[in-house]
């Protein structure tokens, strides 16, 4: 069995999932990212996994961008958000997203490796106060945006993250060890392949996969 991905960049909610994986999976290897950039790391050198766990708000990821990456980039392991939402309608969507699970951070060891064992069985998990609930379906905004950002190459969608935050070019640069001039490079692609002209427009369009409830 592929190593499980631990992506969440609290040290004490990491070592609560490590528990209720070992719990689900005695003899599979975990791995972790604590940042962006740690995750990114592991994306490009390629890494195989059997199950992804995601926090939904690591610095660097916006709404709901981390799903829609990691799920363009392992399009058949099931991924699973973990987040301190409760909301039914985050639950809902990060399933529309592409996500196959949605665990509460505030879930019991139990439910963890119940809900991990039903996804890598192939089934979708919720908690119960969004399994009966409406499912929340993407607009065509919202689709039409996904396949932008699924179009990002894995260092655009960091630079995605770095303008979302407000950084000036000349400190996205230092920040990833690469000229301005790679970076303006980067920039313009990620502009063209969202079909917007400039940074403000950006981040108006990415309004579609934000989350409303802080997490």
């Not at 309608?89 to 439910?111: C, E, H, W, Y």
């Not at 920039?187 to 108006?204: D, E, S, Y």
Request: proline fraction near 5%; charge should be negative; hydrophobic fraction near 45%.
């Amino acid at each position: 069995m592929d190593p499980i991905l631990i992506a969440d960049d609290h040290p004490l909610f990491r070592a609560a999932l490590r528990q209720a994986v070992t719990a689900a999976f005695p003899d599979t290897p975990i791995e972790e990212a604590d940042s962006l950039a740690a995750l990114q790391a592991l994306v490009e050198q390629q890494r195989a996994f059997s199950l992804l766990l995601l926090d939904l708000h690591m610095p660097g990821t916006h709404g709901f961008s981390a799903v829609i990456y990691l799920r363009e980039q392992y399009q058949n392991t099931p991924l699973v958000v973990i987040s301190a939402s409760d909301e039914a309608d985050v639950m809902q969507r990060a399933i529309g997203f592409g996500a196959n699970g949605f665990i509460p951070k505030s879930s019991n060891l139990d439910t963890m490796t119940d809900a991990m064992k039903q996804v890598l069985g192939g089934d979708t998990w919720l908690p119960p106060v969004a399994r009966h609930s409406t499912a929340v379906a993407a607009s065509a905004s919202q689709q039409e945006l996904v396949k932008r950002i699924r179009s990002l190459t894995p260092q655009q969608f960091r630079v995605l993250g770095m303008l979302l935050e407000g950084m000036a070019n000349k400190v996205i640069a230092i920040e990833l060890e690469v000229s301005e001039a790679t970076v303006k490079a980067h920039m313009t692609a990620i502009l063209r392949k969202l079909g917007v002209r400039n940074r403000t427009q950006a981040v108006l369009l990415l309004r579609d996969i934000a989350i409303e409830t802080p997490t």
